[in-house]
């Protein structure tokens, strides 16, 4: 084993911390022998991955954005189907036991697909609505994403009462931005700084103030919705997610309170895009 224990036990905690899921068994202890360790990893990836029961593994994103696929055909490319739908069949009836000697290739190889089909919707899907709601619910997704990460990371901090360096260079490699965070500072890793590149910075592709600007510009790309009072609320939760992170917010303080505050609103501004543009339709429908 290649790992130390404490960092493969910190990685999965955050995991499970992140997803507000609670691991098989009740809860993750951290053993001092590499044998339970390894069968420790083998549930837990197993369930992270193949439960079907499990909302957020890997198998049930696929067959849910299958699904959500084959509903919208009309509103897809062919090219976006044929990849979307290639890569559920490899998955689909595989379990752990199938990918163990080398899970590494298994999700190599799935992090390859995730990124052709978003390689293919960039490349071949019309640029109306339909591309607007894909590229909102990315820029959604992944701030809402890296605010769990980051907030589990505090908490087990303030928990254990001790920084680990390795947790935090973990999170810069998850977020491609090792190599730009040692032009901006140093090989050292240093949690503050780590925590203001990766919410603050504007030019790091997956910050969390990049994707709240690319939130703000797919929102603008966006036709109104046909009730003028849901268009307004929607306007306004925009603005007051953006005043979060924008240049002139305090970087320094109660991040942990900053983060939670984005999350917050962006499951807010998710369900006031849901009431102006998709209930609305379903109300009408059902009163008539």
């Not at 493969?8 to 360790?37: H, N, Q």
């Not at 490899?90 to 199938?98: A, C, P, S, T, V």
């Not at 899907?125 to 809402?144: A, I, K, P, T």
Request: glycine share 4%; charged share 25%.
């Amino acid at each position: 084993m290649d790992r130390p224990i404490r960092e493969i036990y910190s990685g999965w905690k955050r995991i499970y911390d992140s997803v507000g899921r609670e691991p098989p068994g009740g809860s993750l202890a951290l053993s001092d022998t590499d044998e339970f360790t390894l069968a420790d990893s083998y549930t837990l990836a197993d369930d992270l991955t193949f439960e079907r029961s499990n909302p957020d593994s890997v198998w049930r994103c696929f067959a849910m954005a299958r699904e959500n696929a084959r509903q919208m055909r009309n509103s897809i490319s062919a090219d976006m189907w044929t990849s979307l739908n290639l890569a559920y069949l490899r998955i689909q009836d595989l379990g752990i036991q199938d990918i163990w000697r080398a899970p590494e290739s298994f999700y190599v190889e799935t992090l390859s697909e995730i990124n052709t089909f978003t390689g293919v919707a960039a490349f071949t899907m019309y640029r109306d609505d339909g591309w607007h709601f894909l590229q909102l619910g990315r820029s959604m997704e992944r701030s809402q994403l890296l605010t769990s990460l980051l907030l589990a990371q505090m908490v087990a901090e303030a928990t254990s009462g001790e920084r680990v360096e390795d947790d935090w260079a973990t999170l810069l490699r998850a977020y491609h931005a090792t190599e730009t965070y040692n032009r901006k500072h140093s090989v050292e890793v240093i949690a503050d700084q780590v925590l203001d590149l990766l919410v603050s910075d504007s030019m790091l592709p997956r910050s969390l103030r990049r994707s709240i600007d690319q939130m703000t510009a797919e929102l603008r790309g966006l036709k109104p919705g046909p009730d003028p009072a849901s268009n307004a609320a929607v306007r306004r939760a925009e603005i007051r997610l953006n005043n979060l992170v924008n240049p002139d917010s305090p970087t320094q303080g109660n991040r942990g309170a900053l983060l939670r505050r984005v999350n917050e609103r962006c499951r807010e501004l998710h369900q006031l895009l849901a009431a102006s543009h998709f209930d609305y339709h379903l109300e009408k429908q059902s009163a008539g």
